[in-house]
Nanobody
C-alpha cells in the first residue's frame, strides 16, 4: 500500500507560482499512474492533473490547463505539480493519489495523505 506525503503549499498572491511535491513510499511507485486532486472549502474533491507511470503523457482539468504542470521523478518516488498564474479560485487543499491510467479516478479510498494547503489572495 502506497503512503503519500504532500508538501509545498503556502499563502501567495494572485499571479504567483508554487511547486507542490508528493513523496510516495513503496517500491512499486514507478508502476503507478499518478494524479493531483484538490478540495476547496465546502466543495467535493476534484481532479486536477494526471501523469502516466513513465511520465510520457499528462492531462489536466480544463480549469488549470495551460497554468499547471504535472511531472514525476521515479528515482525519487516523487510527483510534482507546478502551479503558475495562480488565481483565488485555486485555493484548496491539494492531494496526490494513484489513478487508473488515463482517467481522473483515484484508486485509493481512505488512505489519502494529509494534503498541502494552497491559499491565493487577490
Amino acid at each position: 500500500q502506497v503512503q503519500l506525503v504532500e508538501s509545498g503549499g503556502g499563502l501567495v498572491q494572485a499571479g504567483d507560482s508554487l511547486r507542490l511535491s508528493c513523496a510516495a513510499s513503496g517500491r512499486t511507485f514507478s508502476s503507478y499512474a499518478m494524479g493531483w486532486f484538490r478540495q476547496a472549502p465546502g466543495k467535493e474533491r476534484e481532479f486536477v492533473a494526471g501523469i502516466t507511470w513513465s511520465g510520457g503523457s499528462t492531462y489536466y482539468a480544463n480549469s488549470v490547463k495551460g497554468r499547471f504542470t504535472i511531472s514525476r521523478d521515479n528515482a525519487k518516488n516523487t510527483v510534482y505539480l507546478r502551479l503558475n498564474r495562480l488565481k483565488p479560485e485555486d485555493t484548496a487543499i491539494y492531494y496526490c493519489a494513484p489513478v487508473r491510467p488515463g482517467t481522473t479516478i483515484a484508486t485509493i479510498n481512505s488512505n489519502w495523505g494529509q494534503g498541502t494547503q494552497v491559499t491565493v489572495s487577490s
